[in-house]
């Protein structure tokens, strides 16, 4: 999927959790969800992919560095440490929690999404990496790319009318 796409959907998704979970003004909620689906997504993406030469001209293609579960988790977690420690006092403790499960969210649904375009994602079988797919779109496809961004701009707004203001 599109960098910008996954951008939009994580914020969703991780805003829609936290106003479900924490108490957090609209505000708060807003920075962790932009700040970790920004530097997790890019991460994930800027490490994970590479461009191979193919009949078709140079492709980008994933490895498994980051395009798994489990690794993208981490990524995750690697991307909200800055954000950790400068909230690491003790004024800010409440906050904690909900940038550690940010963390935790935005790899899981950078695969979400990943896995319905051609390449997939990897998970490991008898010791061999392999690729799984759900579905084969190209991972520009303007249908999957629109709808999965609507879905995070509506995520977002539903996350909005439950925060307190
Ligand atoms: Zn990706």
């Known amino acids: 999927m599109k960098l ?3 951008y939009i959907f994580s914020v969703g998704l991780i805003s829609i959790i936290l106003a479900l979970t924490f108490n957090l003004s609209f505000f708060t909620n807003l920075f962790i969800s932009f700040y ?7 991460i994930i993406d800027r490490l994970g992919h590479e461009m191979k030469w193919s009949k078709h001209g140079y492709i980008p293609t994933r490895t498994p560095l980051t395009h798994t579960v489990l690794r993208s988790i ?4 690697v991307s909200v440490l800055t954000l950790l420690l400068l909230f ?15 963390g935790i969210i935005v790899g899981p649904s950078h695969m979400l999404l ?25 991972y520009n496809n303007v249908f999957v790319n629109g709808v999965s961004s609507l879905i995070g701009i509506l995520l977002l707004f539903l996350s909005y009318s439950l925060s307190i203001h």
């Open 4 to 6: 910008r796409t996954h």
């Open 36 to 42: 970790t689906s920004f530097l997790g997504n890019t």
């Open 74 to 77: 981490m990524w995750g977690l």
């Open 88 to 102: 690491y006092d003790y004024y800010h403790y409440t906050l904690i929690l909900p940038i550690i499960i940010s």
């Open 114 to 138: 990943d896995v319905f375009t051609e390449s997939g994602i990897y998970t490991k079988k008898n010791g061999k990496w392999i690729r799984i797919a759900l579905a084969h779109f190209s």
